[in-house]
């Protein structure tokens, strides 16, 4: 069956600008997980959905990154004013379960600020 | 504090010869833990996974894990490598529980690069 799919694969920015990056979890996962990779680095956590609900934010570093999922399905982060650091692969997760660390993640999208 | 450390950041082995990547975790109780891939571009692809059970689990593509919970440890192995075994390699921890305020967030390691020698 299909896995987690994520679009697009590149994006390349100017700082400041608005970005969206898109999700598409597996269907009937109703878990949904975002990760930043930054270079040499393992994945860190972003944020959680449960349903359509962000159920943990923690990991969000800042208030320009916002993440939604209006109907329990696809989920798009959004970064306002984007800034070189945040130049990043961002992977998406989905799980059939509630709050297990078992995990299918996307490909991943590759963002660039320049 | 969480935490998932993989001491070697970069180890390169011989086609055909044995493989051992090292994983320690710091974490309250024992967690789950994982072991994922990933090629160049592509995402992370689950090796195995442990829960509970048998300490020795096996995986995919011929690797094998060993939990051992008094050295906080959980390191990978393969017996034989192969060359398309080249890749990046991170050790994750999850939560245990299912309670409302378990999120299954993953605490990954910075990962290993293996390179493999012909």
């Known amino acids: 069956g299909a896995g987690v799919s994520q679009t697009p694969s590149n994006k390349v920015t100017e700082k400041g600008k608005y970005v969206e990056l898109r999700c598409d979890p597996i269907s009937g996962h109703t878990a949904l997980y975002w990760y930043r990779q930054s270079l040499g680095q393992g994945p860190e956590f972003l944020i959680y959905?449960?349903?359509?609900?962000?159920?943990?934010d923690s990991g969000l570093p800042n208030d320009r990154f916002f993440a939604v999922r209006p109907e329990g399905s696809v989920s798009t982060l959004k970064i306002q004013r984007t800034e070189r650091g945040d130049s990043a692969v961002y992977l998406c997760a989905s799980s059939p379960l509630r709050g297990s660390p078992e995990q299918y993640f996307g490909p991943g999208t590759r963002l660039t600020v320049t | 504090a969480q935490s998932v450390t993989q001491p070697d950041i970069h180890i390169t082995v011989s086609e055909g010869a044995s493989l051992e990547l090292r994983c320690n975790y710091s974490y309250g109780a024992t967690p789950y833990l994982f072991w994922y891939v990933q090629s160049p571009g592509q995402g992370l692809q689950l090796l195995l996974k442990y829960f509970s059970g048998d300490t020795l689990v096996q995986g995919i593509k011929g690797f094998e894990a060993e939990f051992k919970r008094s050295q906080s440890s959980f390191n990978l192995r393969k017996p034989s490598v192969h060359w398309s075994d080249a890749a990046e390699y991170f050790c994750?921890?999850?939560?245990?529980?299912?309670?409302?305020?378990?999120?299954?967030?993953?605490?990954f390691g910075q990962g290993t690069t293996l390179q493999v020698k012909p």
């Open positions: 959905f449960q349903g359509t609900g962000a159920a943990d």
């Open positions: 994750a921890v999850g939560a245990r529980g299912a309670g409302s305020s378990n999120t299954g967030k993953l605490i």
